[in-house]
């Protein structure tokens, strides 16, 4: 199995930062694609950003400018910087890796348990 252990979420007032990380563990398998995803009470579940192993990145529209999804493969951890934050952001954010079994070759998704952002004076 693998794991996903976030970090770094809390309480910050408007235009401020957080920087997020999130540790993948699992050695029977090969992390592939990252990303960050976010939730607010009574919504969906939405896109924030992704990165694959090579490291091309994917952003929300709200979110291009503001924040900045990373990866460190040798450490198998995520990280995303946000800037200039809004209130509406306030959101529990998840990360999430796609992984590959090393010997089967089947790919599951795997999810954190969330990070609890938010923004407010």
């Known amino acids: 199995q693998v794991q996903l252990v976030e970090s770094g979420g809390g309480l910050v007032q408007p235009g401020g930062s957080l920087r997020l990380s999130c540790a993948s563990s699992?050695?029977?398998?090969?992390?592939?694609?990252m990303g960050w995803y976010r939730q607010a009470p009574g919504k969906q579940r939405e896109l924030v950003a992704t990165?694959?192993?090579?490291?091309?990145?994917n952003y929300a529209d709200s979110m291009k400018g503001r924040f900045t999804i990373s990866r460190d493969n040798a450490k198998n951890t995520v990280y995303l910087q946000m800037n200039s934050l809004k209130p509406e952001d306030t959101a529990v954010y998840y990360c999430?890796?796609?992984?590959?079994?090393?010997?089967?070759?089947?790919?599951?998704?795997?999810w954190g348990q969330g990070t609890q952002v938010t923004v407010s004076s």
């Open positions: 699992g050695s029977i398998f090969s992390i592939n694609a």
């Open positions: 999430n890796a796609d992984a590959q079994r090393i010997y089967s070759g089947n790919v599951y998704r795997y």
């Open positions: 990165i694959t192993k090579g490291g091309s990145t």
